[in-house]
């Protein structure tokens, strides 16, 4: 767990590397070619305070190293150790095609001074960098950049290369650094320590130095870094890029990648080549682009005949999709997509009140759960927990290069989408565990106690999750559950999301629902899940919500008292809260609350409330479960709604739970439908309404007042909805 006190040792960053060398000499020697062999001997051949100071080099982004910032104190005469590195070869001093890269690293206050060694008639101190950038490039040579003062000062770093392909062989990517071992050792990064042995993620070095390309292209690619010789590559097409070698599935898919989003890119610049990229993709968004492009431009016969090809053969459920609906579009002149049509078809259609516009799942869950329902929002959490727990030990513990190093958190098979290729058989026996809902309850309860909190890049842990999987697995169809987790196996990343937005259970029947507002459609990827679950033999419906002013929607009006006016320092000292239905206010709750905190005299003159009053109160942890409770399914109304939901969340937090609600301001809604008014405070509200204030600044009092005054406000409403628009 974090710990705020956790401290790192002095030489931390030097553990850190050692254990990078360490995996790689014990357990990925085949993947390291002569150059990678020698770098590490090198490495391993410093002396200790050296190799401190090379890992304070490598922690440094940038390539170019300036002296005079290289002092550590744990480290014995720094400048010595930065010498014998430039001995070895880690460090070389500027070469003339470093000096454009350089430049642009620089200071304005260097820039100025190198400008000034030849041009100081020319400087300006008051102009940008920028300007002063383009001075220094069109007045100064490389020579006079590189026998300037300045360039002795520094080194650059001649490893990189090697170095960022080590760091790949250990993390898995080509973008992660040392920083993760620091979060680690502080408890902010939880790794796979308990159960995790260390493997090569590749069987060869032909095939780690394919997937280290192509990973590298991908980023160079998504940050726009790439250069001139990258650019002459690309002009050559398909053919100049290496293809991913047999059985190394994580290549090709980044090769596939690759050349979709330099296919995309290339679209607006050379339309021949980014069809060709688009076309030699495998990857379903690429075939597509290709052939919705392809058809743009009048390639009719074609399109279709790769349409029909599609549909005879693949396998994979999205292409497919969008192959059959494309084809009956454009061939057959069907005017809506099969997408619209789903939604037409397969969904039912519920009113809720307007005000749960920007939380509509909130909206549509509180709506089921007043007429008595079991409603849990899942998304894509509940399969994708089910698949984790339930395939836990093949996932994770029975393959030896599952993973590879405890900072992996998706297991190899998942990644490469090969899980059910490769352990068929296992997924096959796990499976006979839904035999009876208890069998699987007690499997899965059994996993999740063993493995509780550990990283595993499939879902989040959560405290309620045996328990939402057991309300699914006693009303759910066995058979379907085991039909969708074997289809899951052999296409996880295919099925991994798209899952409805609600779990619920009425009357013994269990269902799920897609919410879906007016204006919103249903993703491909959507499309594809929910498909996938009907034909499993799960019962799955598209909730299309429309808005109205509900006059039997619950509201709960909040009014808190505080110790002063920012929730960071300052704490509740009362609470109070009317519910409100149909005009009517039909309960009421109110409580002092210790706040743990002096309460000052200007608060106390304000409210009345002072320190021997909430001396004995409860504390808020105290009486979170009854106010919870009691407003429960209801809108959050206050004055200034911000200040009393603020507060309230923060206690919340306290306590670590959390505090989500739709809400509705009083101020606000006031503006809106009485505008002209000189003040909107409640006091002023108060006293234009002729609405009962008698006790100020208690909590119940201002709740009460702040309710006629919601009651003022829906009454317009329903007067004039089309103020609300």
């Known amino acids: 767990m974090h710990s705020k006190n956790k401290t790192l040792p002095e030489k931390y960053y030097l553990e850190h590397f050692n254990e990078i060398i360490h995996f790689l000499t014990h357990e990925c020697l085949h993947l390291l070619d002569e150059g990678n062999k020698n770098f590490v001997r090198s490495y391993q051949e410093l002396p200790h305070d050296t190799q401190c100071m090379f890992v304070r080099v490598v922690n440094r982004q940038s390539r170019f190293i300036k002296l005079d910032k290289m002092i550590y104190r744990e480290i014995d005469d720094c400048p010595r150790q930065l010498q014998k590195l430039a001995d070895k070869g880690f460090l070389v001093t500027l070469h003339p095609n470093d000096i454009k890269d350089w430049l642009q690293e620089l200071t304005k206050e260097q820039l100025i001074d190198l400008l000034t060694l030849h041009h100081s008639d020319l400087v300006k101190k008051s102009a940008s960098k920028m300007k002063i950038l383009e001075q220094v490039k069109q007045l100064c040579s490389v020579n006079q950049c590189l026998t300037s003062e300045l360039a002795d000062q520094f080194l650059v770093k001649d490893f990189d290369a090697n170095l960022a392909y ?204 007043r007429q008595g329902a079991i409603v849990f929002r899942t998304e894509n959490r509940l399969f994708n927990a089910l698949f984790g727990l339930t395939f836990w030990q093949e996932l994770f513990n029975a393959q030896a290069d599952s993973i590879a190093t405890e900072f992996d958190r998706r297991p190899r098979v998942v990644k490469e989408n090969s899980f059910y290729q490769e352990l068929g058989e296992a997924v096959e026996e796990r499976l006979l565990i839904f035999s009876t809902p208890q069998r699987a309850i007690v499997y899965l309860t059994k996993i999740a106690t063993q493995y509780y909190g550990q990283p595993n890049g499939i879902f989040r842990w959560n405290s309620k999750i045996i328990q939402i999987l057991s309300l699914f697995l006693n009303t759910a169809p066995l058979d379907a559950v085991v039909m969708h987790l074997r289809a899951m196996a052999k296409n996880y990343q295919g099925l991994k999301d798209g899952y409805p937005d609600l779990m619920i259970v009425e009357n013994g029947n269990l269902r799920f629902e897609e919410v879906k507002a007016p204006g919103d459609s249903i993703r491909p990827n959507q499309f594809v899940t929910i498909n996938a679950l009907q034909t499993a033999g799960f019962d799955v419906q598209i909730c299309r919500v429309n808005w109205i002013v509900d006059p039997m929607q619950p509201y709960v009006v909040v009014d808190i008292e505080t110790t002063g006016g920012k929730h960071p320092q300052h704490r509740i000292t009362e609470i109070a809260a009317v519910k409100v239905v149909n005009g009517e206010v039909v309960d009421t709750w109110t409580s002092l609350v210790n706040p743990e905190r002096h309460i000052s005299k200007f608060i106390t003159k304000l409210t009345g409330i002072n320190n021997s009053m909430v001396k004995g109160a409860p504390l808020f942890c105290e009486v979170a479960d009854t106010f919870t409770k009691f407003i429960q399914g209801c809108i959050f109304v206050a004055h200034n709604v911000n200040f009393d939901y603020g507060f309230i969340k923060q206690e919340y937090q306290r306590i670590d739970r959390k505090f989500s609600m739709p809400k509705l301001c009083t101020v606000r809604e006031s503006r809106k439908y009485f505008p002209g008014l000189k003040s909107y405070s409640l006091a002023n509200l108060c006293q234009h309404f002729d609405i009962p204030l008698i006790n100020h600044h208690r909590a119940l009092c201002d709740a009460q007042a702040t309710a006629h005054i919601l009651n003022l406000v829906n009454e317009c409403k329903y007067e004039y909805p089309q103020a609300d628009t």
């Open 166 to 369: 080590l760091l790949f062989l250990f993390f898995g990517d080509s973008t992660s650094g040392l920083s993760k071992f620091s979060m680690r050792d502080l408890g902010v990064l939880r790794t796979r320590t308990k159960d995790t042995k260390a493997s090569a993620r590749f069987e060869s070095l032909q095939q780690a130095r394919s997937v280290f390309y192509y990973s590298v292209k991908i980023e160079k690619l998504k940050r726009n870094e790439l250069d001139f010789k990258e650019y002459a590559l690309q002009s050559e097409g398909v053919a100049a890029y290496p293809v991913a070698p047999d059985n190394c599935l994580q290549s090709a898919k980044l090769r596939d990648n690759y050349f979709y989003l330099l296919g995309k890119q290339l679209l607006g610049i050379h339309l021949p080549l980014a069809l060709e990229y688009l076309s030699a993709s495998s990857y379903h968004k690429a075939q597509e682009k290709w052939l919705r492009e392809l058809y743009k431009i009048g390639e009719k016969v074609k399109v279709k005949a790769e349409l029909e090809r599609i549909i005879d053969n693949s396998l994979d459920d999205a292409l497919l999709l969008f192959a059959e609906d494309f084809y009956q579009r454009k061939y057959h002149q069907s005017k809506v997509s099969k997408l619209t049509q789903k939604l037409r078809e397969d969904s039912i259609n519920l009113v809720i009140d307007e005000l749960y516009k920007d939380q509509v799942e909130i909206g549509v869950k509180e709506y089921y759960q």
